[in-house]
């Protein structure tokens, strides 16, 4: 199984890259990590926030690979505990099924985007910079991981 995580940005800050790196390269390659960088919506004078997010979930759903399950990182999905996401994996890693996360960008995703997930998921109520979100996804992956793993990386 691969999970993709499709985000909106390029040209992450280091600390974002190394990051990401670091817990994409823990994990096994029966649950590996890519990652699939997407070109941001044109913003200027006289496009607004929502042009800019119907181009970039064009973008996004362009990117998702065939057949794969998609969850839609959302201030408004499911917000689940470590537990639950590594039984979400669990389920995938059975299934043997592709997973695509989709991250917009700093307006959020087009509710096109929204739509076409299967599931939507909220890491916090906070608000976290769009380039912080694969890092958390990242090591949230490798979490729960290590949690069916029966890793010492998880500590409850």
Request: glycine share 8%; net charge positive.
């Amino acid at each position: 199984m691969r999970i993709h995580l499709l985000a909106v940005g390029r040209r992450m800050p280091d600390w974002v890259e190394a990051g990401w790196r670091d817990y994409a390269r823990r994990l096994p390659p029966e649950c590996a990590l890519r990652l699939v960088e997407i070109e941001p919506g044109h913003r200027g004078k006289g496009t607004g926030a929502d042009a800019a997010r119907r181009e970039e979930c064009e973008r996004l759903l362009a990117a998702i690979p065939k057949g794969t399950q998609v969850v839609a990182l959302d201030a408004a999905g499911t917000a689940w505990s470590t537990e639950q996401l590594a039984a979400e994996l669990a389920r995938w890693l059975a299934q043997g099924r592709d997973v695509a996360f989709l991250v917009g960008g700093p307006d959020g995703l087009a509710a096109e985007c929204l739509a076409r997930a299967e599931r939507r998921w909220s890491l916090s109520p906070l608000t976290f910079p769009h380039a912080l979100v694969r890092v958390i996804l990242a090591e949230q992956i490798y979490r729960a991981w290590s949690l069916l793993k029966g890793h010492p990386y998880h500590r409850a």
